[in-house]
């Protein structure tokens, strides 16, 4: 058996400021390494339910946050930058589940930790089939171009509720309450880690009853971004299509054709809006 796991960082237990969790600041060696335990105490349980392979696609910041030496089930570790399918990076149909691993809430849902989509620079809110979708719901296209369950989130509680519409019934590891976006109640990072354990085994024995995320094809990704010079830029890419002075659309039939398009997007206007 064979799981996908998408790490990011904003999503971790104590994890409340950028400085955090952006390398070459002071505090972020001691946070990468609780954010390391989150996603060993994922495979860990996974691998207790009888998982066996492991693939953990580093997707936060310049995607290099992890020890490679140090990931329990002896898991392939892919990191670095520009990768084509982004925070999706490696998934195929050879695998039977998708953990997203310490992720965060949208830009323009309620308050979560951190929050943004993608590009805070860029972009402040993003529909998925007319529903706010944060990176998870974004991401789940990737698994369901793959026919490929996502069964475990962990996070902050604004991103289990975001995650919802989009894969009913994921197992979520809520190791913190969001306050504002600069504050949270966090669990103490040993408990934190024992419920995403307890969580991960039970996504992946419950993996029978679970199915491909719930999006209904075609779909449509409506972006509104900061500012209208982005939104002009977006539509440099076909297939995107101007819907006002701030937000374009982007619709179709396949999901990874979909996926590939809003990344092109995000990288695309990533430049100027920075």
């Known amino acids: 058996m064979k799981v996908f796991v998408s790490s ?42 009888g ?7 580093d997707s936060h910041g310049a995607m290099a946050n992890l020890r490679p030496e140090r990931l329990s089930g002896h898991a392939r570790y892919l990191s670095g930058r520009h990768k084509p399918m982004y925070m999706m990076q490696g998934l195929d149909a ?5 953990f997203f691993v310490s992720y965060h809430g949208s830009m323009s849902g309620g308050s979560s930790v951190l929050s943004h989509t993608y590009n805070p620079l860029a972009i402040s809110e993003v529909l998925l089939n007319g529903v706010p979708a944060g990176e998870s719901g974004i991401n789940a296209l990737a698994a369901l ?51 995403i354990r307890t969580a991960a085994r039970a996504a992946i024995e419950s993996l029978p009853q679970a199915g491909p995320p719930a999006i209904t094809l075609p779909a449509t990704l409506e972006v509104t971004f900061r500012n209208a010079d982005l939104a002009e830029m977006a539509t440099w890419i076909t297939g995107v299509e101007r819907t006002g002075t701030v937000s374009v659309a982007m619709a179709g039939e396949n999901p990874l054709r979909l996926f590939r398009t809003f990344v092109t997007v995000v990288l695309l206007t990533r430049g100027i809006a920075e």
């Open 8 to 49: 990011d960082m904003e999503g971790t237990a104590g994890v409340v400021a950028w400085e955090q969790c952006r390398a070459g600041q002071p505090e972020y060696a001691h946070y990468r390494e609780l954010l390391q335990e989150e996603v060993n105490a994922a495979i860990e349980g996974a691998a207790a339910a």
């Open 145 to 195: 171009g793959y026919g490929v369950p996502v069964v475990l989130i962990t996070g902050d509680d604004t991103t289990a509720r975001e995650v919802e519409p989009f894969c009913p019934g994921v197992h979520r590891a809520v190791v913190k309450t969001s306050v504002s976006r600069f504050a949270a109640d966090s669990m103490h990072p040993l408990q934190a880690r024992e419920l």
């Open 51 to 57: 998982a066996e392979e492991f693939l953990v696609n």
């Open 94 to 98: 050879t695998f039977d589940a998708v």
